[in-house]
């Protein structure tokens, strides 16, 4: 389930081969993304067996699993889950984590080209991933994998304003000295800031789909240093630079959080979940 969301930054969509490029990235250190990524809040997954239908016995397609942030939660609720995940570590840290849950399978592949069976699913799930699959196949291949009222339930994830305010406003200097892309004095955005009309619209587009329902949740999560320098870690807007310029955005980082703000600052996600029937 990789991300879009790291830091303050400029949302431009990227070209097709960076696309690609840095969706792959995240299979590099499959076992630290394990680690460090968060677990989606509870009452997500009521909220996707209500408007969904992810619940026991309900047969889910899950594109890009990653380790499985969300497959394992879904599992334990009784869903019967295929799920697609083009990283080969990401899968293998996946299976393991998949371990016991016999109705589960992860299968190693991009989904873009991976055949479609024959039984519908009554749910297309991605969770922090279906921005990273080709605009051009995820929103009609998903519709062709669902039986006829089924749903496509996307989740995402963004960092927004909230949390340890001031500390976010002052390590954009550390991103501007760092990281060349970054825009000078770059804010984030407020919660009620982002809506999902360009999801629903992308939806709406494709003609095979109903209105789309959303559904948000807000989580401030606390971290010491160690742990969120592992986080952004975990970012391909991160992995993508040059090594030396890297460690020297985490070592600016790191001196900012032990330095200022006693060695642990709040960091708040939203998370958006968008279901849309299929018609």
């Not at 994998?145 to 989740?155: C, E, I, S």
Request: proline share 6%; net charge neutral; hydrophobic share 40%.
């Amino acid at each position: 389930m990789p991300d879009n969301t790291t830091r303050a930054r400029r949302d431009d969509r990227p070209e097709e081969s960076r696309r690609v490029r840095l969706s792959r990235m995240f299979d590099e250190d499959a076992e630290l993304y394990d680690r460090a990524r968060p677990a989606y809040p509870p009452e997500l997954y009521d909220d996707l067996a209500e408007l969904a239908g992810a619940r026991s016995g309900s047969r889910v397609l899950e594109v890009g699993c990653g380790t499985g942030q969300a497959t394992v939660p879904l599992a334990g609720r009784g869903c019967r889950i295929t799920a697609v995940e083009a990283g080969a570590q990401m899968a293998a840290v996946a299976r393991r984590n998949l371990a016991g849950a016999a109705a589960a399978e992860v299968v190693t592949a991009d989904f873009e080209s991976w055949p479609l069976p024959g039984e519908p699913f009554d749910v297309v799930v991605s969770a922090t991933a279906f921005h990273w699959i080709d605009p051009a196949v995820r929103t009609v291949k998903a519709a062709d994998a669902l039986r006829p009222g089924g749903a496509l339930a996307v989740v995402r994830t963004q960092h927004v304003r909230g949390g340890t305010e001031e500390f976010f406003v002052e390590v954009q200097r550390c991103y501007e000295r760092f990281d060349p892309d970054t825009p000078p004095g770059l804010r984030l955005s407020s919660a009620a800031g982002i809506d999902g009309s360009d999801h629903a619209g992308e939806v709406a587009r494709s003609g095979r789909f109903g209105p789309t329902v959303f559904r948000r949740y807000e989580q401030d999560l606390t971290y010491a240093t160690s742990d969120y320098l592992a986080l952004l870690r975990t970012y391909s807007g991160h992995r993508a630079l040059p090594e030396a310029a890297r460690e020297g955005l985490l070592g600016c980082v790191a001196a900012l959080i032990d330095g200022r703000y006693g060695g642990r600052v709040t960091r708040r996600h939203l998370i958006e979940l968008a279901v849309s029937p299929r018609r």
